[in-house]
């Protein structure tokens, strides 16, 4: 059993992977910034962007593997968070000859060249996915890292940032549009979090596509999630095709996941039958 950091113990992901690295018997410490969540483990406050609390952080606590998720497409200082966090810890982990697993995004590409399979190029087309892709680079740096390419991410116990979003504005009668040409392979978080798992302590180095293997377009994948939590009424839900100004088709080919995983991707409906 190893000693894991886990930055961004308060993101949707990192809610559900402390919990399950503990429970696999690590000793887990994780970081939040704003929102201190309640899970098991050892948990502490952490700007990311401070290179000197990074390294005391990391230096207290001597972690064998550091899965990185914080820094996702949410809040002002987004851009900054990625980059500047990606290289406080790249130095930290190289430093401790810590393996490092940082989690990446289909956002990184323009959307009009998929599937994508691993030595795809990123092509990013806004400020998330240029900092994403950003801060890839940074990771590759360091030989005992770990690129997780991955997708929507939803669960069946706690509703994910999308059908939030959906759910609030359908209540208030807002006008909403899932688009119909948007195309994703969505992940079951159980699955991501075992495969997160599985890599830390694995030997792969690299970047690995990590999603569900079904693809589905945004709408479809909106409407199966809001089925699932009964929402209602739907009467300011357009369903039509995007304009183009965000990515299209970001499909991830899974072949390389397939062959080094054992953690399953189900795609969405075949969780969604497991659930009934
Ligand atoms: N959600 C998805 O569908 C999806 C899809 C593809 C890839 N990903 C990737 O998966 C990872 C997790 O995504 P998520 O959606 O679960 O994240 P999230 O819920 O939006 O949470 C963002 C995390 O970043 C932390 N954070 C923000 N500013 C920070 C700072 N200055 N210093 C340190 N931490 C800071 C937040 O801490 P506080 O909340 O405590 O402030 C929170 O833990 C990200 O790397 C994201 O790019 C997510």
């Not at 949410?74 to 990606?86: L, N, S």
């Not at 180095?205 to 693809?215: D, S």
């Amino acid at each position: 059993m190893s000693r894991i950091l886990i930055t961004g113990g308060s993101s949707y992901l990192g809610q559900h992977l402390v919990p399950l690295a503990v429970a696999a018997g690590h000793t887990v410490y994780y970081t939040y910034h704003q929102n201190s969540p309640t899970l098991p483990g050892s948990g502490q406050q952490l700007d990311i962007r401070d290179e000197t609390a990074v390294h005391n952080l990391i230096h207290s606590r001597q972690p064998e593997i550091i899965l990185h998720l914080a820094g996702s497409n949410r809040g002002a200082a987004m851009a900054a968070v990625i980059r500047q966090g990606a290289g406080n810890l790249v130095w930290a982990a190289r430093a401790l000859n810590a393996r490092l697993v940082h989690l990446s995004t289909d956002s990184i590409f323009a959307g009009n060249a998929a599937p994508y399979d691993e030595t795809a190029v990123p092509t990013p087309v806004n400020a998330y996915g240029r900092a994403k892709a950003d801060a890839e680079a940074i990771v590759q740096q360091h030989a005992n890292s770990v690129i997780v390419r991955t997708s929507l991410i939803y669960s069946l116990e706690q509703m994910d940032h999308g059908t939030r979003w959906m759910a609030e504005a359908l209540a208030k009668g807002d006008p909403i549009t899932l688009f119909s040409n948007q195309m994703r392979n969505p992940v079951w978080v159980t699955s991501l979090c075992a495969a997160i798992l599985e890599l830390a302590e694995s030997s792969f180095t690299g970047i690995l596509n990590v999603a569900g293997q079904q693809v589905l377009s945004r709408a479809d994948f909106a409407l199966k999630l809001l089925d699932y939590w009964q929402i209602q009424p739907r009467h300011t839900l357009t369903i039509a095709p995007s304009d183009g100004r965000w990515p299209l088709n970001c499909e991830l080919n899974l072949g390389l996941a397939t062959a080094v995983l054992k953690t399953p991707l189900p795609g969405v409906d075949k969780v969604l039958a497991q659930a009934q």
